[in-house]
């Protein structure tokens, strides 16, 4: 499967107009990657062992990074979805305080779980799912991936879930767990429709997703925003679906999957005649091209978690269970 070879590189649309962007069919095998070195055996991707050094590695690299507002000392162990907002973030936050980050606190992991697919060619991935120090009670849910034997382990998705709502994976006499193919149509929705239907469902509204903080409620908050004295707000949502971007998913014991996906938001705000756009603060402005006139447009990049339910096992509707979302550009006009 093609990948952004920058670790961080994100295509970007024109933001110089506020507009949809035409999608790209992406083009994947039954297996729900490309197979390449001529690759066909079914393997586990990485043996626990190798999981665990992989996070540790990345801990160990996100602290540095955090600690000194520098992206450059993850840059290695970061990619996709949450490549492009940690680079954003690490950004916004040495423009306010170049000596580094005043307030930071090493992230520490705890009660760490590994689910590890078997799965044919490039990429493999797997994921991580620990309790932390900070994120409340939350369980941090980190997919791994790499493209060869000897690229390094990045994690592409980061994802915060409740207590007790990370569900149980169907696995193997050996404990390996299975790997949803991308255009599986066993399930309500494959994986790789989800992100697409998702930003439909945010612009129409619709019957896919179950009600929650990260679609119904997120849809009405946005609906009460869009129009308040001296100031207009539009919306326009699209999926991120290629390369280090592309959705991963494993299958459930019920017959489900749980699917990671990316998206991307933008935000354009438009001051009344004779008003302006209200100061959207240091870390917006780290990250703004052009003068803030009359108009802020923000461009924000999601990643998401998500429980689709097995083709045909009553409710067909998709649960949102995380969402971490991202400031990574903005343009004034």
């Given at each position: 499967?093609?990948?952004?070879?920058?670790?961080?590189?994100?295509?970007?649309?024109?933001?110089?107009?506020?507009?949809a962007?035409s999608?790209?069919?992406?083009?994947?095998?039954?297996?729900?990657?490309?197979?390449?070195?001529?690759?066909?055996?079914?393997?586990?991707?990485?043996?626990?062992?190798?999981?665990?050094?992989?996070?540790?590695?990345?801990?160990?690299?996100?602290?540095?990074a955090?600690?000194?507002?520098?992206?450059?000392?993850?840059?290695?162990?970061?990619?996709?979805?949450?490549g492009a907002?940690?680079?954003?973030?690490?950004?916004?936050?040495?423009?306010s305080?170049?000596?580094?980050?005043p307030?930071?606190?090493?992230?520490?992991?705890?009660?760490?779980?590994?689910?590890?697919?078997?799965?044919?060619?490039?990429?493999?991935?797997?994921?991580?799912?620990?309790?932390?120090?900070?994120?409340?009670?939350?369980?941090?849910?980190?997919?791994?991936?790499?493209?060869s034997?000897?690229?390094?382990?990045?994690v592409?998705?980061?994802?915060?879930?409740?207590?007790?709502?990370v569900?149980?994976?169907?696995?193997?006499?050996?404990?390996?767990?299975?790997?949803?193919?991308a255009?599986?149509?066993?399930?309500?929705?494959?994986?790789?429709?989800?992100?697409?239907?998702?930003?439909?469902?945010?612009?129409?509204?619709?019957?896919k997703?179950a009600a929650?903080?990260?679609?119904?409620?997120?849809r009405?908050?946005?609906?009460?925003n869009?129009?308040?004295?001296?100031?207009?707000?539009?919306?326009?949502?699209?999926?991120?679906?290629?390369?280090?971007?592309?959705?991963?998913?494993?299958?459930?014991?019920?017959?489900?999957a749980?699917?990671?996906?990316?998206?991307?938001?933008?935000?354009k705000?438009?001051?009344?005649?004779?008003?302006?756009?209200?100061?959207?603060?240091?870390?917006?402005?780290?990250?703004?091209?052009?003068e803030?006139?009359?108009?802020?447009?923000?461009?924000?990049?999601?990643?998401?978690?998500?429980?689709?339910?097995?083709?045909?096992?009553?409710?067909?509707?998709?649960?949102?269970?995380?969402?971490?979302?991202?400031?990574?550009?903005?343009?004034?006009?």
């Open positions: 499967m093609s990948r952004y070879r920058g670790p961080r590189r994100l295509r970007r649309l024109d933001r110089s107009v506020l507009m962007a999608l790209t069919a992406v083009s994947v095998t039954a297996s729900g990657c490309v197979v390449v070195h001529g690759e066909r055996k079914v393997l586990p991707a990485t043996s626990k062992d190798e999981a665990a050094t992989a996070l540790a590695e990345f801990t160990t690299a996100y602290n540095k955090d600690e000194a507002y520098d992206s450059s000392l993850d840059a290695d162990h970061v990619t996709g979805p949450l907002i940690d680079e954003a973030r690490l950004k916004a936050g040495r423009a305080n170049p000596g580094g980050n307030a930071h606190s090493p992230l520490k992991f705890s009660d760490v779980r590994y689910t590890i697919p078997k799965k044919a060619g490039w990429p493999r991935w797997f994921l991580a799912d620990a309790g932390a120090n900070k994120g409340s009670a939350a369980r941090w849910l980190m997919v791994f991936t790499r493209d034997l000897t690229e390094r382990w990045q592409s998705y980061l994802t915060l879930v409740a207590p007790g709502k569900p149980e994976f169907k696995k193997d006499a050996d404990g390996w767990a299975e790997a949803v193919p255009n599986s149509t066993g399930l309500a929705v494959a994986p790789g429709d989800l992100g697409t239907d998702y930003a439909t469902y945010l612009q129409q509204g619709g019957t997703f929650g903080s990260h679609t119904s409620t997120w009405e908050q946005r609906e009460k869009k129009s308040k004295p001296g100031l207009a707000r539009q919306y326009i949502d699209e999926p991120l679906s290629q390369g280090d971007f592309a959705p991963v998913a494993l299958r459930t014991a019920d017959g489900g749980l699917v990671f996906f990316a998206t991307r938001h933008f935000e705000q438009t001051a009344a005649a004779g008003t302006s756009v209200p100061a959207p603060g240091k870390d917006v402005d780290a990250l703004t091209t052009g803030i006139k009359q108009s802020l447009t923000l461009e924000f990049v999601s990643n998401e978690v998500a429980l689709a339910p097995k083709a045909g096992s009553g409710d067909q509707r998709v649960t949102v269970l995380g969402r971490i979302q991202g400031l990574t550009a903005a343009k004034g006009g």
